[in-house]
């Protein structure tokens, strides 16, 4: 499955983004889905997953509270970020894991399909 991730920008420290993830295949619906990030000379990292279902999510500690993933029945996923810092300016990765576990994982080795990235830079 082929993964495109849109929606990044350039926006203020406080602000608000929605990343959106669409898939090329319907096939998306039975996968678990993540998504990542990688900040300039750092490694990539979790943000936050939803099941296959989306009645289940995870998400790291330091976006906890503040981004929102979301999925719909077709082959949409979404992250809803607010109040945002700083630290969050990266490239923001969509991923798919068609391991058909029901844990949802948090290391980027486990997911099969990645996006190309979207930019998100926030200004201070």
């Known amino acids: 499955v082929q993964l495109q991730a849109s929606g990044g920008g350039l926006v203020q420290a406080g602000g608000s983004l929605r990343l959106s993830c669409t898939a090329s295949?319907?096939?998306?619906?039975?996968?678990?889905m993540g998504w990542f990030r990688q900040a300039p000379g750092k490694e990539r990292e979790f943000v936050a997953a939803i099941s296959r279902g989306g009645s289940t999510k995870s998400y790291a500690d330091a976006v906890k509270g503040r981004f929102t993933i979301s999925r719909n029945s077709y082959s949409n996923l979404f992250l809803q970020m607010t109040s945002l810092k700083f630290e969050d300016t990266a490239v923001y990765y969509c991923?798919?894991?068609?391991?058909?576990?029901?844990?949802?994982?948090?290391?980027?080795?486990?997911?099969?399909?990645w996006g190309q990235g979207t930019k998100v830079t926030v200004s201070s």
């Open positions: 295949e319907r096939t998306f619906r039975l996968y678990n």
């Open positions: 991923a798919a894991d068609r391991g058909g576990t029901t844990a949802l994982h948090r290391d980027a080795n486990d997911y099969h399909f």
